[in-house]
C-alpha cells in the first residue's frame, strides 16, 4: 500500500492541503468553479446561510446552504494550470486520508460546475447566451502528461480536427474531452449546446493579435469551420478541458456553462455581462438543488 510522500502532497502545518487552505470536512460533494475570487462573493450572496470562508492567493472558497444543500464555491484563477492544482487537491481532500497520506478504500465522488465568461465562435450565438460545454477540447496539452489520457478522450474528433487544421507540430497536441452525461441533461433546457476550446492564452491562442504575429493566422477560420459528426466548436475560454479531464480520470462529473461576452466573428462585445451572470448563477443554484 502505497503512502504518499510529503513532497508529492504538501500539507499545510494546520493540515490544510497547500494551495487550497482546505480541510476534508470543509468542501461539499457539489462543488461550483468560478475563475474570479471576487465572484465567489457573488455566488455566495445566494446562500442562505455561509459556514466559513478561506482565501490563498487567487483560491478562495465558501461553504454554505442554497435551497437546503450543502455547496462549495471556489475561485480557480485563470488557466488549466490552475485548473490541475484545484481538482487535484480537491480530489486528495475527498479521496486521500491526510494523516495517513493513503488513498482511501471508498470513492468520494465530486461534482464540478465551472461558470465562467467566453468567446463565441459562431455568428449565431448571440451575446448573453449560455454556452454548455458538451466536449472541450485542450489547447494547453495538460492531460498529455497523465497515464490514460486517451481512455478519457474522444480520438475520432481529435485526429478529425488535427487533419482539418493542419496542426502545427510545435504546439501541444490538442486533447478532446466529453463533459458529464448527467450534467449535460440538468442543464440542457437553458443553454445553448457546444464545444468549446480551451486556450493556454488570452491572446495569440485565441488568434488576437496586438503587436506580434501569430503562428497560424488562419487557425480561427480553420476552427470555425470545423464539424465532425454534426457537431461544431462553438467557443473559447481557459479551463473547461483540464476540469472535464482529470475529474473523467478521478471518476468525477464535471460540466462549463459560459455566458458569452464577445462574438469574435462579429466583433460585438457586451458592454455590461454582470445581469446575465448573475441571472446565471441563481439558475445553476436552483438546478443543482432542486
Known amino acids: 500500500m502505497r503512502i504518499i510522500e510529503p513532497s508529492e502532497l504538501i500539507l499545510n502545518s494546520d493540515g490544510s492541503v497547500f ?3 482546505l480541510l476534508p470536512e470543509q468542501i461539499s460533494d457539489t462543488i461550483m468553479l468560478v475563475g474570479d475570487p471576487g ?3 457573488t455566488v455566495s450572496d445566494f446562500f442562505s446561510s455561509k459556514e466559513f470562508t478561506v482565501s490563498n492567493r487567487e483560491f478562495k472558497s465558501t461553504t454554505g446552504a442554497f435551497n437546503g444543500k450543502r455547496v462549495t464555491v471556489l475561485s480557480t484563477g485563470i488557466g488549466t494550470d490552475n485548473i490541475d492544482i484545484v481538482i487535484n487537491e480537491l480530489d486528495a481532500l475527498a479521496n486521500i486520508d491526510l494523516k495517513t497520506r493513503i488513498v482511501k478504500d471508498a470513492h468520494r465522488k465530486l461534482t464540478f460546475v465551472r461558470l465562467g465568461t467566453s468567446g463565441s465562435l459562431q455568428p449565431d450565438i448571440p451575446l448573453a447566451s449560455n454556452v454548455l460545454t458538451e466536449i472541450s477540447i485542450g489547447f494547453d496539452g495538460l492531460l498529455n502528461f497523465y497515464a490514460n489520457r486517451n481512455k478519457v478522450s474522444e480520438l475520432e474528433m481529435e485526429q ?3 487533419k482539418h487544421t493542419n496542426w502545427n507540430a510545435q504546439c501541444a497536441k490538442p486533447y478532446f474531452t466529453y463533459s458529464s452525461e448527467r450534467l449535460v441533461k440538468l442543464f440542457e433546457n437553458y443553454t445553448i449546446k457546444g464545444v468549446t476550446i480551451s486556450a493556454p492564452g488570452f491572446y495569440g491562442p485565441q488568434g488576437r493579435v496586438l503587436r506580434l504575429p501569430l503562428a497560424d ?3 480561427n477560420e480553420k476552427i470555425e469551420s470545423f464539424s465532425f459528426n454534426g457537431r461544431r466548436i462553438t467557443n473559447f475560454e481557459m479551463e473547461s478541458s483540464a476540469i472535464n479531464g482529470l475529474s473523467r480520470l478521478m471518476g468525477h462529473d464535471s460540466v ?10 462579429s466583433k460585438d462585445a457586451t458592454k455590461d455581462y454582470q445581469p446575465a451572470i448573475k441571472n446565471l448563477i441563481e439558475q445553476t443554484l436552483m438546478t443543482l438543488t432542486e
Open 217 to 219: 493566422p488562419h487557425l
Open 39 to 41: 465572484r465567489v462573493d
Open 19 to 21: 494551495h487550497l487552505h
Open 256 to 265: 462549463t456553462i459560459c455566458t458569452i461576452i464577445a462574438n469574435r466573428v
Open 160 to 162: 478529425a480536427f488535427l
